[in-house]
């Protein structure tokens, strides 16, 4: 069955620095995903993708965000200068119309 | 603001033993719930998938039931195997305008089966 697959597993970065999570959404989907979660608590929705552009986002979504689906086949999160309380689980999922989202296993970031 | 809540935070079971996980949630306009597994360190499976119309759903040893009237949803596991230890998180979907969808989680239940 075909995966969701995120890259890296885990990410260490000083704070400041610039990250990009990578995510290899499956090939027949349409609407696109970036969610955290914070250790210990619950999962928390970031932006979602569709048509080459966000059609929505979330208060955390602030300017040090952005994503990008740079070939038809990527969609990546970028963080442009990180802060300790961005280190979390970060969930990319993509779904085809009217199914339900499936969800990568997350890359762990963690700030120094 | 859309608000998940589920009880209880967690729970201990023995093995082969039922369970049931409650959820309440305030989303508005509601699209659909759904019921997802969460193992440690991975990302959320989804279990079941229930619109405003549907009172139950079943996927094997999990059966879901949903109370639109009274926005209450429940999680019923039969039968546990030290496997359906993990985390089951209820979601819900509201509609967006223009199309798509966002999820309100809820924190989850976590669950331990032992022997």
């Known amino acids: 069955e075909p995966e969701v697959t995120q890259t890296p597993s885990h990410q260490v970065t000083q704070m400041g620095q610039e990250v990009i999570l990578r995510c290899v959404p499956i090939s027949n989907h349409l609407y696109f995903y970036w969610y955290r979660q914070i250790l210990g608590q619950k999962v928390e929705f970031l932006v979602s993708?569709?048509?080459?552009?966000?059609?929505?986002k979330s208060e955390i979504f602030d300017d040090q965000f952005s994503v990008e689906r740079p070939d038809g086949s990527n969609f990546t999160l970028k963080i442009r200068s990180t802060k300790l309380e961005d280190s979390a689980m970060y969930f990319c999922?993509?779904?085809?119309?009217?199914?339900?989202?499936?969800f990568g296993d997350g890359t762990r970031l963690s700030i120094l | 603001k859309n608000q998940v809540e589920q009880s209880p935070q967690s729970l201990i079971i023995l093995e082969g033993k039922n369970c049931t996980l409650q959820c309440n949630y305030t989303v508005s306009p509601f699209s659909n719930l759904r019921w997802y597994k969460q193992d440690t360190g991975r990302g959320p499976v989804s279990l079941t998938i229930?619109?405003?119309?549907?009172n139950t759903k079943s996927n094997g040893r999990y059966t879901a039931t949903l109370d639109a009237d009274t926005k209450q949803s429940s999680l019923h596991i039969t039968a546990s195997q030290l496997s359906d230890s993990a985390s089951y998180i209820c979601v819900v979907s509201d509609i967006l305008t223009g199309g798509g969808n966002k999820l309100t989680f809820g924190t989850g239940t976590q669950l331990k089966v032992e022997l």
């Open positions: 993708f569709y048509n080459n552009e966000i059609s929505e």
């Open positions: 229930m619109t405003f119309s549907e």
């Open positions: 999922a993509s779904r085809p119309s009217n199914q339900p989202q499936h």
